[in-house]
């Protein structure tokens, strides 16, 4: 079974442009969560969405949005980049929302410039 | 964003030796996990603790649930050189988001 796949790996962009982060889960897995990884502020929680509705979200401002597709697909998309936003992304599936077995994909290292 | 207090920050240990890292919080969880993260990977799931008090092995390693609810603790035996990475340990909120700790970054020297 395919893990989870995170596109890009890498991406480099320039404060103000906006950015969209795509996450496509183990076939059969319907929950997807989004982190945010930073040396100083450690994994942070972005949100999570289960039959493409938001079930959860973290502090973070409204610049951060997500959606999931009917395939359980997953996107989260950043605008108005700041240097800030310069981070791992990492997404993570599992079967439902309150499953303890969540599997992380290997991340989007996004730097803003 | 709210994180939990995990100890210590990093360690430097020669092959072979025990290894004991923990966590903290001023919250009560309902589940702790552990997790590792090797360079340029998401972070895996070693170990999940459902009870307080329990107790679980995962091969070399041992993680328990604190009493309190607030704290867990994760102990390496025998270290080898794969054990190399950083360890997380989360905490699940009663909204089951997962709160993840700071990280233990072990290095293990032959």
């Known amino acids: 079974k395919a893990g989870v796949t995170q596109t890009p790996r890498y991406l480099i962009k320039t404060r103000g442009q906006q950015v969209t982060l795509s996450c496509s889960p183990i076939?059969?897995?319907?929950?997807v969560s989004w982190y945010q990884q930073t040396p100083g502020q450690g994994l942070q929680f972005l949100f999570e969405?289960?039959?493409?509705?938001?079930?959860n979200k973290g502090n973070f401002p409204g610049r951060f949005s997500g959606r999931q597709f009917s395939n359980s697909r997953s996107e989260m998309n950043v605008s108005t980049l700041e240097l800030g936003d310069s981070a791992l992304y990492l997404c993570?599936?599992?079967?439902?929302?309150?499953?303890?077995?969540?599997?992380f994909g290997p991340g989007t290292r996004l730097t803003v410039l | 964003g709210q994180q939990l207090n995990q100890s210590p920050q990093s360690m430097f240990i020669q092959e072979g030796e025990d290894v004991s890292m923990n966590c903290t919080s001023s919250?009560?969880?309902?589940?702790w996990l552990w997790y590792k993260q090797d360079p340029g990977e998401g972070p895996v799931l070693l170990i999940a603790?459902?009870?307080?008090?329990e107790l679980t092995s995962n091969g070399r390693l041992t993680a328990q649930f604190g009493i309190t609810r607030k704290d867990s603790f994760l102990n390496i035996s025998a270290s080898i050189p794969s054990d190399v990475g950083i360890y997380f340990c989360?905490?699940?909120?009663?909204?089951?988001?997962?709160?993840f700790g700071t990280g233990t970054r072990l290095q293990v020297f032959p």
């Open positions: 076939s059969g897995h319907r929950s």
């Open positions: 603790l459902y009870k307080a008090g």
């Open positions: 969405y289960f039959s493409e509705t938001q079930r």
């Open positions: 989360a905490g699940r909120e009663s909204t089951d988001k997962l709160i």
């Open positions: 993570a599936s599992s079967l439902e929302p309150r499953a303890n077995e969540q599997f």
């Open positions: 919250s009560i969880f309902n589940t």
